[in-house]
């Protein structure tokens, strides 16, 4: 159901931007999140947007670098990530939020649902 693309290869400083794309009509009514895993780490929160768009929440790791939005006509979520580092590579993951509407966005990994299959960034120092 979500379709993450975008990753690749880029030198330190650079900048990718992640595409996440949902199939089904019920898109605009859930929080989006992305996540990243980095080689023998655990699942990371990075950033959600809010269900109608009007709110975003980063993680400290990446504010200020990266950059959620999202497209309600088009069922798309990006993740813009300027400045990388060699710390952000990692696979990165796209979900959605368990609960529709949700009144307050969520870092944590158990109330996101369907997660994309990933994709891959590296970033060379």
């Known amino acids: 159901q979500l379709q993450a693309s975008g990753g690749g290869l880029v030198e330190t400083g650079g900048s990718l931007r992640l595409s996440c794309e949902a199939s089904?009509?019920?898109?605009?009514?859930?929080?989006m999140g992305w996540f990243r895993r980095a080689p023998g780490k655990e699942r990371e929160f990075l950033a959600t947007i809010k269900w109608n768009g009007v709110r975003t929440y980063y993680a400290d790791s990446v504010k200020g670098r990266f950059t959620i939005s999202r497209d309600n006509a088009k069922n798309t979520v990006l993740l813009q990530m300027n400045n990388l580092k060699p710390e952000d590579t990692a696979v990165y993951y796209c979900?959605?939020?368990?609960?529709?509407?949700?009144?307050?966005?969520?870092?944590?990994?158990?109330?996101?649902?369907?997660w994309g299959q990933g994709t891959e960034v590296t970033v060379s120092s």
């Open positions: 089904g009509s019920t898109f605009s009514n859930y929080d």
């Open positions: 979900a959605q939020s368990r609960t529709p509407k949700r009144m307050i966005l969520t870092a944590l990994n158990y109330d996101y649902q369907y």
